[in-house]
Every structure is written in structure tokens, then in C-alpha cells.
């Protein structure tokens, strides 16, 4: 985060449709030159949000602060903030060079001024010489340059893009994202993406927050989201999980570390404060796929194991899925694994059914909230 | 058996290749295609619309001497058209009263379209019929009502008279091109309203956001953004309303009085009484091709304004 800490805030936000509550009790700051991301399934109010900051929602309750001034009163129009459309919203009457030159009409610039800063912005999104085309003259990922470059033109305090990458394919997609990300930083403009694709937010995002139900489950860096969840659902939501339910049977201190006894998962060691907690607990205890290895002889005792059976794999290239059943436990568990030549020797001949071990590092699980 | 089996086809085989050819050619070609489902219409078109067309056209070239038709070639007709100044004044008057009765028709027109394309949200149809409802009744029923509010003991009249605002009753109400105007106005209403609102519907409402996200207050917004994408909306209602009713003759004849004679007065009077076909045609004639010509530069005109605004 660069300058203001609290660039804009967000107190007590609410919007309701009805009886349905889109955006409930949201509280909120995102610093200047942030990249900052919304993300969810749909309908879970990141985009209510988002038109909300825009001022095309008025909220039910609460405030927005931009840079300091409250946005209560303030029309769309006259808002400091520009938006990239889901479907780019390119005015089809106006070629490139007018759609892109439409919001400097209100600064009054010159004639001169006008075509210099357009032929700047074209620059900027890589469309020289696409001036004179129409919106129907263009691709998806054209369109999606025209729709950016128009909304930087008033170099804008917020840019709010609205799941922008959502309708261009996966190649496209990942060359946008590096784009985005580079012009983001070179102009350091707050950026609020939304976006119901985790691996995408992850990409860009200095921090996210991950929303379901109007509510903000977890607000961190990518990195912090993926590593330490605070809770079931976020760790679901970004990438995938095994959860075992279990009970703090013992608290170590030297190094510190919580002992779970989960049932039909056995007993196993979890790097970690105890703080906060005491013996008898329950607690759900939350493993990445990848923080598991897979053995297929019995691990030395004092090491963190479960043991089961091979049912199902997938094959995606540089690494594979496993899948494997434990007597007592109602859901698989999945195991990440790359395809390095080792694993290929060690696993790639197993039979389905086969009995295997999975053991992980006391560090490699965490205990979220239930 | 091989030979008797190439007999046998031989004389299918060209038949066959040739049908199938055909539904081939059917098949690949969507224009053909197009001119099937347009040939009911073309063959209507061509007998009950060519055909007169023609006969008109050769007409005006004609010349009327007593009850007989000279059907010399000659351009005497649209030399006196262009002689006489009251062919000319009657056609410019009725030019004046369509274009303003079409401007007239669109501004009341364009809210009402804009309020349900916009602002209705539930129930569009209803709100659509119910304002082409004055559609529903005969046009000549139409003018009469028109003639019993603006007339001499008419409701507008006899109200403003037992308001006591006037002593004598308005007589520039009925009777003079205002109330042809008025009367055409209202019956034309729903060719405005339909093309207006659907041009305004297909509008995404995302552009309006966006216009509004890059600064625009809602007059500009609308003179940039729903103004130019409903263009072609008032441009099909606007001609839907000034072509045909350049030539109408019915209203003026009720409600016209003598200073709301138009052309087409004078044509219905050349084919009629005075019995001069083709003078006639050669009236019909030069006032399509004026209406043509008019509309072509409006078209071209409203396009290049649009241009400009935004």
C-alpha cells in the first residue's frame, strides 16, 4: 500500500432489494494505489458494491468516503471514480477515437489537447491506428482496450472494473491480467476489480476481500487467503481444502503445537498457538491439498499420517489429483501432487484400491474457525 | 447386369440431378430464399402497385382535350404545373402542414415513448395499446370527434365560453390548418410512438450508466447517448407521419375550411369534377418526387446534426 491508508472507507454499508440484503453491514478501507478485489459467487454482492461506489445503487444505509469526502451526495456524474463495464458498455454510434475522448467533453480541453491525450491512451492499451473503427469493428479483447482507455482518460482517483476479463478466453484473459496489473502499477490509481475467478484475483490483487451473502468473510493478501483461511468457507472458495473435525486433545509449547485427536483421521500435531484455547476443544482443521505426500509404506511413528485407500485420479499435466478414502471419513480426500519422475515411480503404477499412507508437516494444516 | 442396370438409371439420372440441383441452388442460396418468401408481396406489388404507377406516369405526359385523351408525349402538364402559382402554393402549403404536423406528432410523441421504454417496468404491452388506442377507432370517426371539440359550438368553445374567458366563440378553431394539424396529429400519434419506443427500448441501459460514469449530467446524457441510438426511431416516425400525409385529403376536407385546401385536394378535384387525368397524374407525380426529395435530405440532414452534438 502506497499513501493514504484509508483512502476510501466504508462504514456500515448496507443495500437492500426487498426482503433481499445485497450488500449487509459492510465495513471496508482500501488504500491509495491499491489493487484491490472483490470476490465471490455470484450473487454475493460484489457488484452491488461496486455500483454502489460508482453511485449507480444508492445504499440503504451506511457511507462511502473518497479521499476523504463523503460520497452521499454526490451524483454518479461528479464522482471521482470510473468504471470498466462487464460488457464494456462501448457507445456503438461513437468510433474509438470519440468513445475514448467522450468524458473529457465536461473538462472543456482544446481540439489539440482532446487528440493528443486520446492518441496517448491509445497508446496506453496498445490500440494505435484503431481510432476510426466502430465497436462492432472490433474483438472482445479490442473492445475491452477501448472500454479501459476511455475510462482512464479523466484519470480517474478510482478505477472500478467490473468482471472485465469475464468474456475473453483463457490466453487473452492471462495476457489482460499482466497488462492490468503493469498499468495499474505505472499509474498507481486505486484499482477495485470484481471478479467470481480466485485464481484471477489472486494474479492481480494486492489484497481481496472474499464476500458470500452480502458479508465480508475475510479481507487479506493473496497469499494470507490461501495460506491461513480464517474460516470454512473462504479456504473452500480459494482453491481446495480437506477439513477434518476434531478435538484439542494436548497443548505443546516447545516449539508450539496443538494435538488433535479427529477420529477416524487419527491423532496428529498441528503448528500453532494454543493460545485462547484449551484441552477438549473442538476444532476443524483445514489441509491443502498439496501439504500432503503420499507413501506407500507406513511413515515412522510421531509423524502426522492417515491412512487409506487409492480411488481416483486426475491427470492435468504438470501435476495430478489424487483422491483417497479413509474408513470413517464422508468425503475424499485430495491430494496435489506434481508429476515429477519420483511420484511417476512411486505412485503412477498404483492400483486403484491400493492401500497408501498420506503424511504431512505439522505446519502444512491450519485450524480455522467453525 | 451391369448394363441393364445403367439403362435402367440412365433416363432418372438427368431428371433426378436436375431437381436436386435445383434444391440444391435453393438450399445454398439465401437471396433466392428471400424472394420466395418475398413473391407473394412482389406479385401484389407488381400488379396492384407497377402497374398504376406506370399508367400514371405515361399519363402525365399526356395532355386532356375535351373528353378525349391526346397521347402525344409532351411536357405541357409540368410546364403549366410549374407556371401556375396555385398549384405551386398548394403544394407547399401542405408540405408545411405534414412537416409540421409530423415535428409536432414526434415532440408529443417522444415522452410517452421514453416514459414506458424507461420508466415502466411492469406491463409494457398494456401501456403500448392503450396509447395507440385512438388507432383502434375509424379514422373518419376520428376527424369528426376532432370537429365537435373544436367547432363553433364545440366543447373547447362552449367551455371557455361558460368559464366566461370569451364572449364569441373561437372561429380560427375549426375550419383552418391548426385543426388540420391537430386532427392529423392525433390520428398519426401511434406511427410515432411504436418505431419511437422501440428504438429507445433496444437501448442498453449500460451506455447511460456509462455516459453518466464519464461525467455527462442527465441533459447531456440523453443528447448524447439516447438522442443518437433513438435516431432511427424518429426518423421512421417522422417520415411514417409527413409521407403519407402530405397527400391525405380527407381531413382537410372537414376540417380544412378554405384556407386548409392542400395538393391532394386539388389532385382528387383534376381526377373528379374538372376531369383533367393528366394533369392529375402530373400533380401526383411532382409531389412524390418534392416528399422524396424532402425526405432524402432529412435523413441526410439529422444524421449530420447528430454527428455534431455528440
Known amino acids: 500500500m502506497s499513501g493514504n491508508d484509508a483512502f476510501i472507507s466504508i462504514q456500515a454499508l448496507s443495500k437492500h432489494f426487498g426482503p433481499v440484503k445485497a450488500v449487509d453491514r459492510i465495513d471496508m478501507t482500501i488504500g491509495g494505489g491499491e489493487f484491490f478485489s472483490l470476490l465471490g459467487a455470484s450473487g454475493c454482492g460484489k457488484t452491488t458494491l461496486l455500483r454502489m461506489l460508482a453511485g449507480f445503487e444508492t445504499p440503504t444505509a451506511g457511507d462511502i468516503h473518497i479521499d476523504g469526502v463523503s460520497m452521499d451526495e454526490v451524483a454518479p456524474h461528479h464522482r471521482p471514480t470510473n468504471m470498466v463495464f462487464q460488457n464494456y458498455a462501448i457507445f456503438p454510434h461513437l468510433d474509438v477515437r470519440k468513445n475514448i475522448a467522450y468524458g473529457l467533453r465536461v473538462l472543456r480541453l482544446g481540439n489539440a489537447e482532446v487528440d493528443r491525450r486520446v492518441d496517448e491512451m491509445l497508446e496506453v492499451v496498445k490500440l494505435p491506428g484503431f481510432g476510426e473503427r466502430r465497436s462492432n469493428e472490433l474483438s472482445g479483447g479490442q473492445r475491452q482496450r477501448v472500454a479501459l482507455a476511455r475510462a482512464l482518460i479523466k484519470r480517474p482517483k478510482v478505477l472500478l472494473l467490473d468482471e472485465p476479463l469475464g468474456a475473453l478466453d483463457k490466453k487473452l484473459r492471462e495476457e489482460m491480467q499482466l497488462e492490468l496489473r503493469a498499468l495499474q502499477q505505472s499509474l498507481g490509481i486505486t484499482f477495485i476489480f470484481v471478479t467470481h475467478d480466485q485464481e484471477e484475483a489472486m494474479t492481480l490483487s494486492d489484497r481481496i476481500a472474499v464476500m458470500a451473502d452480502g458479508k465480508v468473510l475475510q479481507t487479506d493478501t493473496p497469499e494470507q487467503l490461501y495460506e491461513a483461511p480464517n474460516s470454512r468457507e473462504v479456504g473452500a472458495f480459494i482453491g481446495t481444502m480437506n477439513f477434518l473435525r476434531g478435538r484439542i486433545v494436548a497443548l505443546e509449547l516447545d516449539p508450539e503445537t496443538i494435538v488433535v485427536e479427529a477420529g477416524a483421521a487419527g491423532t496428529f500435531r498441528v503448528a500453532g498457538t494454543g493460545r485462547g484455547r484449551t484441552v477438549g476443544d473442538p476444532v476443524l482443521v483445514g489441509i491443502r491439498p498439496e501439504k500432503l505426500s503420499v507413501s506407500v509404506t507406513q511413515p515412522a511413528d510421531g509423524t502426522n499420517a492417515i491412512q487409506g485407500r487409492f480411488a481416483a485420479m486426475s491427470y492435468l499435466g504438470d501435476r495430478s489429483h489424487y483422491f483417497v478414502e479413509v474408513d470413517g471419513l464422508d468425503q475424499r480426500i485430495s491430494v496435489a501432487s506434481q508429476n515429477d519422475l519420483q511420484h511417476l515411480l512411486a505412485v503412477g503404477q498404483l492400483d486403484f484400491g491400493a492401500e497408501i499412507w498420506l503424511t504431512w508437516a505439522p505446519a502444512g494444516a491450519v485450524i480455522l474457525a467453525d | ?310
Open chain 2, 1 to 310: 447386369m451391369s448394363d441393364t442396370v445403367s439403362i435402367a438409371v440412365r433416363p432418372a439420372g438427368p431428371g433426378r440431378s436436375w431437381r436436386s440441383r435445383l434444391r440444391a441452388l435453393y438450399l445454398r442460396s439465401e437471396a433466392l430464399r428471400g424472394y420466395t418468401l418475398l413473391s407473394p408481396t412482389l406479385v401484389v406489388m407488381a400488379f396492384a402497385m407497377v402497374a398504376p404507377f406506370t399508367i400514371l406516369v405515361a399519363m402525365s405526359f399526356w395532355t386532356q382535350t375535351g373528353f378525349d385523351i391526346d397521347t402525344t408525349l409532351t411536357l405541357r402538364n409540368y410546364q403549366e404545373a410549374a407556371d401556375a402559382p396555385v398549384y405551386r402554393a398548394l403544394l407547399i402549403r401542405s408540405l408545411w402542414i405534414s412537416g409540421t404536423c409530423a415535428v409536432l406528432t414526434v415532440l408529443f410523441s417522444y415522452p410517452m415513448a421514453y416514459y414506458v421504454a424507461f420508466h415502466v417496468h411492469r406491463r409494457k404491452l398494456v401501456w403500448i395499446i392503450l396509447m395507440t388506442l385512438p388507432f383502434w377507432t375509424s379514422y373518419l370517426l376520428r376527424v369528426f370527434s376532432w370537429k365537435v371539440i373544436l367547432g363553433y359550438n364545440g366543447a373547447i368553445n362552449s367551455g371557455l365560453k361558460s368559464l366566461g374567458l370569451i364572449e364569441q366563440p373561437l372561429e380560427f378553431l375549426l375550419y383552418s390548418p391548426t385543426a388540420i394539424v391537430i386532427t392529423l396529429a392525433h390520428a398519426w400519434a401511434a406511427f410515432a410512438i411504436l418505431p419511437i419506443y422501440v428504438s429507445l427500448e433496444k437501448i442498453d441501459r449500460s451506455l447511460l450508466e456509462a455516459a453518466a460514469d464519464l461525467g455527462d449530467g442527465p441533459v447531456a446524457r440523453f443528447l448524447r447517448v439516447t438522442l443518437p441510438l433513438s435516431l432511427p426511431g424518429v426518423i421512421a416516425a417522422s417520415l411514417l407521419i409527413f409521407i403519407p400525409t402530405v397527400g391525405d385529403y380527407i381531413t382537410p376536407t372537414l376540417v380544412g375550411g378554405p384556407d386548409g385546401i392542400m395538393i391532394a385536394n386539388l389532385i382528387q378535384v383534376q381526377f373528379g369534377r374538372v376531369n383533367d387525368w393528366p394533369m392529375g397524374a402530373t400533380l401526383a407525380i411532382l409531389m412524390m418526387i418534392v416528399v422524396g426529395l424532402i425526405s432524402v435530405t432529412y435523413i441526410w440532414l439529422s444524421r449530420k446534426a447528430i454527428e455534431r452534438i455528440a
